[in-house]
């Protein structure tokens, strides 16, 4: 362009078929959020009891009858495709697999149990739980590794106290119930007679409240998948992994197990039998609940699991949920 020249720059304007230029094409407002609510009718089609149930579907089912329904049945789960599992589910599962194992053989003795669950602890450990390898783990990798060995060494020398061995570890069960199935995995079933043991990796406090409140529902459903609801319900323990302590309210089955005051797991399961009971009713006419949403603003929601007439209540599972967009619990905590 030479010094004295003109150029008028007008705006670059691009149409075609397929992209037309359309300024003055209408754009429709966007609807408001939705309103919080509780109660939900869907068509009775769409639901029905699944053909097996377990004790997290069941779990759910209880907390939050929405969110079952969406879980469940609609299949809808947060996106995972870029998710690392949480550093609770990765320990939890290093440690499980390792105590698991290293008790289904039989060790000769405490001290040998530690030193095979130290060893199988470094086997695995780049495959299950790779992080832990990375610089600036290293104290949280021994932290672990101690862990894994203390527990191994503390419940073989229980078991031994008690008498009990270890028969199956992972253990699948399944029973008919409500036109349907009941099923579940038991983390170590020992024998005879038996009894079960659940692997935790810690929250020992709450396993505690759970079985004095009679709540401790995957345990009830565990002994009711080997008893098959006929004759005695074998007794049934939590093994914190982090903090080497076995609680149970039939110390006399457990030796040297921390005794709690609480239901026995037949009473659990008919706690939990009623509840499922009433629930396939609702299921079986389309009625949900969100149980988050608050019909009353002075209404407060339980914040532990209780029974009440009865029946087994938890409190709603909000802060694990991720549909709080659908049901609208989102925006109301948003416009707070």
């Known amino acids: 362009v030479g010094k004295h020249q003109h150029v008028n720059l007008q705006p670059l304007q691009i149409t075609s078929p397929r992209f037309p230029s359309a300024p003055d094409v209408h754009r429709p407002d966007y609807a408001p959020p939705p309103s919080p609510r509780h109660d939900w009718q869907v068509a009775p089609m769409l639901l029905g009891w699944r053909d097996t149930e377990s004790p997290s579907s069941l ?4 907390g939050c009858s929405l969110r079952w329904a969406l879980n469940y049945h609609a299949r809808l789960e947060k996106g995972r495709s870029l998710a690392i599992p949480g550093a609770p589910l990765v320990l939890g599962n290093l440690l499980h697999e390792t105590v698991e194992t290293i008790l289904l053989q039989k060790p000769e ?3 040998a149990a ?24 290293e104290s949280e990798r021994q ?21 009990l061995e270890v028969k199956e570890a992972e253990s699948s069960r399944q029973q008919p119930w409500l036109g349907g199935q009941i099923g579940g995995r038991i ?14 990796l810690g929250w020992g406090s709450g396993r505690r409240k759970e079985l004095e409140n009679g709540t ?19 007794p049934v323990a939590f093994y914190i992994l982090v903090e080497q302590t076995l609680l149970t309210v039939e110390p006399d089955r457990f030796p040297g197990a921390e005794p709690l005051e609480g239901p026995k797991p037949d009473e659990t399961w008919a706690a939990v039998d009623r509840t499922a009971r009433a629930l396939q009713d609702d299921i079986a006419t389309g009625v ?29 599972p909000c802060r694990f949920c991720d549909f ?6 989102q925006f109301a905590e948003e416009v707070r």
């Open 59 to 62: 779990a759910s089912l209880m």
């Open 109 to 111: 003795s405490p001290e």
């Open 114 to 137: 530690r030193e095979a669950a130290l060893a199988h602890f470094d086997e695995i450990l780049a495959s299950r739980a790779a992080t832990l390898l990375l610089p600036g783990a």
């Open 143 to 163: 932290r672990m590794q101690r862990h894994t060995g203390e527990a191994a060494f503390h419940l073989t020398q229980l078991l031994a106290d008690a008498g």
């Open 187 to 200: 983390d170590l079933l020992l024998g005879e007679p038996p009894a079960i043991i659940d692997l935790k």
């Open 216 to 234: 401790a529902d995957s345990l009830a459903i565990y002994s009711h998948l080997i008893c098959g609801g006929e004759g005695s319900y074998p």
């Open 288 to 316: 949900l609940v969100a149980a988050g949403i608050q019909t009353d603003p002075d209404e407060k929601l339980i914040d532990e699991s209780a029974i009440v007439d009865g029946r087994l209540v938890r409190p709603a």
């Open 324 to 329: 709080a967009a659908l049901c609208g619990r």
